[in-house]
Structures are given as structure tokens and as C-alpha cells.
């Protein structure tokens, strides 16, 4: 079936306000349930999940009523369980620039690196530049990745004005090791990814000139219920202690 002309005007007309009635109805029942009761938090990443533990602890200590779920997801469908509700609060990379949610400070920030086949003419260099990603293909990230999030994480030209050249689309970050290993590219990741993952052929070699990957909080903007409020406050206080042991 299919909306007549008439239908699609009037579709237009009214979804607004029942966009908006949905989501008051949304906060409302989010407030009566109050503090207690389950939370679900995502997290992209290593580092990220690491963190999510760190708040998690921290959460306890002042809101014991809370039950904490942790899921970790993945680049190919970075807000889609956040968006379906799968998940209420997510940790993830950003930038993050979605109309329809709602985006905390940077709680974390990680060193880039580089990885590369381990036979790469870079390997064996103390230090990488953002213009030597023009020297070889980039992975591009498949699925519902959006255009400027992977432009911040491997810009299409270096500062240097040189292109830098898109190689296959990989929706994981085994499958993006996989095919560093096997030759087919190269592709930036975090610090936290050199730590924990060491595929047999494949190094990493540290930026020079890259700034820090960062992190935050984002959630939906109609669903800032106690709860995700209550984590969102214990991820800042979390933050900063980190901040100050540094």
C-alpha cells in the first residue's frame, strides 16, 4: 500500500507533533519508574569498555537500585541499537553529530596509531604522519557509518592537500586487522586496539602528528530518563578523577 498525495501531506503535518507527544510520554514514564531499575549501556570499542566498567563501579557506590547491562557494539551499525532502544546510553567515538540524539563531553581521550602489515615500508619508523596515509589504501567502514565520522577518523586528503585513497569497506575491526594482515591496506585505530589485539601479521606504529581519538556519551534526546542522567554524572565524576591521576 502506498500514501495517496493527500496522505503524504497530511503524514507530514502530523508526525512532528506526534513525535513530540511520543517522546513527552517517553520522559514521562522515565521519571515515574525513577533511579532504580535495569540500565543498558554500549560501548565501541576496547578503551571505551574499559571505561564503562570504571563508571559502573562508581555508579554502584551512589545508586545501588540500578542494574547495569553492557553491550558492546560495533562500527557497522554504530547508533542503531542506541536508536532502537536496545541500549539507553552509549560510550562511543566521536564525533557524533545526530539530530535525534543527545551528545555528553569527551570522558576519554586515546592515541592514535597506525596499523600496517607487519612487511610495511613504515614499520620500524619511531613515529607515522597523517601524510603517509596518502602512501597506501585506507579502509573504509561499511554499514551504516556516517560520512563525517569516518572523514574525522581518515580524512580524504592529508593537510598536505595529497588524496588519500579508499581501499575495501571492512564492518568490524577483525576484518579490518585481517586484511591489514594480509597486505590489502592500511588503517588508523586507537591505542587501545595496539594493546589488545595482536593478529599475526600486523604492527602498529604510533602518530606524530595525529590528534587523540575521543569519546563521549550520547544518548537518545528523548530518553534522558534518571537513570542515564544518574550515569551520565558518574562517567563526568570518573572523567576527572582519571584526568587528575594523570
Not at 142 to 167: C, F, I, K, M, N
Not at 189 to 197: L, N, Q
Request: net charge positive; proline share 7%.
Amino acid at each position: 500500500m502506498r500514501l495517496t498525495p493527500l496522505g503524504r501531506r497530511l503524514h507530514a503535518e502530523v508526525e512532528p507533533g506526534y513525535r513530540r507527544i511520543r517522546a513527552a510520554l517517553e520522559r514521562a514514564r522515565a521519571e515515574a519508574r525513577g533511579v532504580e531499575g535495569d540500565l543498558a549501556v554500549g560501548h565501541l570499542g576496547t578503551a571505551a569498555g574499559e571505561f564503562v566498567m570504571d563508571v559502573v563501579r562508581a555508579l554502584a557506590g551512589r545508586h545501588s537500585g540500578i542494574e547495569v547491562r553492557i553491550r558492546e557494539t560495533q562500527i557497522k551499525d554504530m547508533f542503531g541499537p542506541l536508536r532502537a532502544g536496545q541500549v539507553d546510553v552509549l560510550v562511543t567515538q566521536f564525533p557524533v553529530a545526530e539530530p535525534d540524539l543527545a551528545r555528553g563531553p569527551v570522558v576519554l581521550r586515546v592515541p592514535r596509531m597506525l596499523a600496517v602489515a607487519a612487511n610495511h615500508p613504515l614499520v620500524g619508523r619511531e613515529a607515522v604522519s597523517v601524510e603517509d596515509l596518502a602512501r597506501d589504501r585506507v579502509f573504509a567502514c561499511t554499514g551504516d557509518v556516517p560520512a563525517y565520522w569516518q572523514e574525522h577518523l581518515a580524512p580524504s586528503l592529508t593537510p598536505g592537500g595529497q588524496p588519500v585513497r579508499r581501499g575495501r569497506s571492512a564492518a568490524t575491526l577483525q576484518e579490518t586487522l585481517a586484511m591489514v594482515g594480509a597486505g590489502q591496506g592500511i588503517s588508523p585505530v586507537g591505542a587501545d586496539v595496539a594493546r589488545s589485539y595482536a593478529p599475526r601479521g600486523v604492527a602498529y606504529v604510533p602518530f606524530r602528528d595525529a590528534s587523540p581519538l575521543e569519546y563521549g556519551l550520547v544518548w537518545r534526546a528523548a530518553g534522558a530518563t534518571a537513570r542515564v542522567r544518574a550515569f551520565v554524572a558518574a562517567a563526568g565524576r570518573v572523567a576527572g578523577e582519571q584526568v587528575a591521576a594523570e
